[in-house]
């Protein structure tokens, strides 16, 4: 009589749960020899080869749809060289991009990290160099706006639609602020693909470098306008000369009470300021 084994047992000697072996089942790809009336399944001894077969090419990285697909064609030694070539080509791929993706965090939290060394919520001096960034067209300008044609430009450009790369500033316009405290908004991203040129959704400029007047804080986006009050009472009391647009930049969030606290930076391009006798 043939021995055959439980699902338990096979479950046990596979090192695979008894719900990953039904999910085989399920699937065709590892039938039991044997089902009695109760629902019990039963294995026959063979079946442990196609099992290992079936954790091979798992380890390989292929799907379950694929190695079913591998056992219904009944894949020659031949096929397995070429599918452990192909693999090992995936393999390395994956790597590179793992190891820009790697990049691009270190780069992200070693920023995030310098940033934090700035004094938080108290104006001060800071100088900044030119960087290259692009204008996205908006219609309107208020928030709304300026957050659905960003997304939308976004999704144009797929080299910029990483969120580790992307650095957002949003644009005020200052006159009409410190007059009016009227709030539209112009926005920008950080250009890294120098192949990037102007269309009918960007426009490329950029961040003169100089000495701006900054402010860092970590709050509600709502108490942001506090911070640009304590940023232009500094501009005031150092007499020194604006030059150009107020400037939110984004830097990182955190959530606290079901809300999100942005870490950002408002500056604005400043002369230097005058000697006070």
Request: glycine residues 4%; charged residues 35%.
């Amino acid at each position: 009589m043939d021995k055959y084994f439980s699902i338990g047992e096979i479950s046990k000697l596979s090192n695979l749960s008894v719900q990953t072996l039904r999910h085989y089942d399920k699937l065709g790809l590892l039938k039991p020899s044997l089902v009695k009336k109760n629902g019990y399944r039963y294995y026959s001894l063979e079946q442990f080869y196609k099992l290992d077969f079936i954790i091979f090419y798992r380890k390989l990285g292929l799907s379950l749809l694929e190695i079913k697909e591998i056992m219904l064609n009944k894949i020659t030694i031949e096929g397995t060289v070429d599918l452990l070539q192909n693999q090992e080509y995936e393999i390395d791929r994956q790597i590179r991009e793992l190891q820009k993706q790697k990049k691009l965090i270190q780069k992200k939290n070693q920023h995030i990290k310098s940033m934090l060394m700035k004094p938080l919520g108290i104006p001060f001096l800071n100088e900044k160099q030119k960087k290259k960034i692009a204008k996205v067209n908006m219609s309107n300008k208020d928030l709304e706006d300026a957050e659905m044609s960003f997304r939308k430009v976004v999704n144009t450009l797929p080299k910029l639609n990483d969120i580790f790369n992307l650095e957002l500033l949003y644009e005020i316009n200052y006159e009409e602020f410190n007059k009016k405290r009227e709030v539209k908004y112009n926005i920008y991203f950080n250009i890294i693909d120098n192949n990037i040129e102007d269309d009918k959704n960007i426009k490329i400029c950029e961040l003169k470098e100089g000495v701006y007047a900054s402010i860092f804080c970590i709050d509600y986006y709502e108490n942001y306008e506090k911070y640009i009050k304590q940023l232009l009472k500094f501009i005031k009391e150092e007499s020194l000369k604006v030059e150009g647009p107020l400037y939110e930049s984004y830097i990182a969030s955190e959530f606290c009470d079901d809300k999100e606290k942005g870490f950002m930076e408002l500056f604005i391009k400043i002369t230097k300021a005058h000697s006070k006798k």
